[in-house]
């Protein structure tokens, strides 16, 4: 009896976590994969932003080698400037802060080694907001950094895409 309420449960379990998984796949839910980038040597000058690192790490995961001369890339990415501002959303009766909206913003622009002509500047932008009380200032210190974060991911995975929507011409 007690082998056969084992068996049961375990046969109830697997068929849910087959009705999940037909759920999620019915819905056009996809993990999140590699970018289909159409080159495979890219050429980075410019700014050093806060991004650089994160940026060449999803590069080198989605195959893309970073090289030191422009003659060997496939495409060269201009890191033009980046800017994060915080601003005062809202202010309580007493004139205190309650709210503040966290901006960044990434300008880039990417040209062929063969063609002289860049392409014109692209904007990434990301917005948060967030309640804010002085009785809870570290936590909302580390809210702030954490919507920071997300943001600069955001930002490099919105690059990718960008850059996954350029077909390069035969040279």
């Not at 998984?21 to 019915?26: D, N, P, V, Y």
């Not at 205190?96 to 062929?112: A, C, G």
Request: net charge positive; hydrophobic share 35%; glycine share 6%.
């Amino acid at each position: 009896m007690q082998y056969q309420r084992l068996n049961i449960m375990q046969h109830s379990r697997l068929v849910l976590a087959l009705l999940a998984s037909l759920m999620l796949s019915g819905c056009g839910f996809q993990l999140r994969g590699v970018a289909e980038l159409s080159f495979k040597t890219l050429y980075v000058q410019g700014a050093t932003l806060s991004i650089s690192r994160e940026l060449d790490q999803s590069f080198k995961a989605n195959g893309i080698r970073i090289v030191n001369n422009q003659s060997d890339a496939d495409l060269l990415l201009e890191m033009l400037n980046e800017t994060s501002e915080k601003r005062i959303l809202s202010l309580s009766g007493g004139g205190k802060v309650r709210e503040y909206e966290l901006d960044y913003h990434v300008n880039f622009r990417t040209r062929q080694p063969a063609n002289p002509i860049w392409s014109p500047p692209q904007s990434v932008q990301s917005r948060r907001d967030f309640s804010y009380s002085d009785e809870a200032l570290l936590g909302k210190l580390d809210e702030e950094s954490q919507l920071n974060a997300d943001m600069r991911s955001d930002t490099v995975r919105e690059i990718l895409r960008r850059l996954s929507a350029i077909r390069l011409t035969v040279k």
